[in-house]
Nanobody
Framework: QMQLVESGGGLVQAGGSLSLSCVAS????????MAWFRQAPGKEREFVGG????????AYGDSVKGRFTISRDDTKNTVYLQMNFLKPEETAIYYC????????????????WGQGTQVTVSS
């Protein structure tokens, strides 16, 4: 089992920035694709961004491209999400997840999940 713990959420004004972190324990993330998903009240959990263990390639949801950046530090067993120019509609719980697949954008492809961290963007 892998445990994932997110941090860095909070309240920010529209147009502002936040940086999220996710620390893994019990297993090293080096052989996993790591991703961030988010879920707003009453909505489906959606893919925000992912970074593969193969070549460190990255992928993003269309709505965050150019504003969000995902990165990883396998020596610290940590994955990050830098979020810039945040919008009120991006208020959600942000989840960190790990997958054994080299490329994964769907929830069902992820084996491990954190408990999430709340991000609230005020208008």
């Amino acid at each position: 089992q892998m445990q994932l713990v997110e941090s860095g959420g909070g309240l920010v004004q529209a147009g502002g920035s936040l940086s999220l972190s996710c620390v893994a324990s019990s297993r090293n993330i080096s052989g996993y694709t790591m991703a961030w998903f988010r879920q707003a009240p009453g909505k489906e959990r959606e893919f925000v961004g992912g970074i593969s263990w193969v070549g460190r390639s990255t992928a993003y949801g269309d709505s965050v491209k150019g504003r969000f950046t995902i990165s990883r530090d396998d020596t610290k067993n940590t994955v990050y999400l830098q979020m810039n120019f945040l919008k009120p509609e991006e208020t959600a719980i942000y989840y960190c997840a790990a997958s054994t697949k080299a490329i994964a954008r769907q929830k069902y492809e992820y084996n491990y999940w954190g408990q999430g961290t709340q991000v609230t963007v005020s208008s």
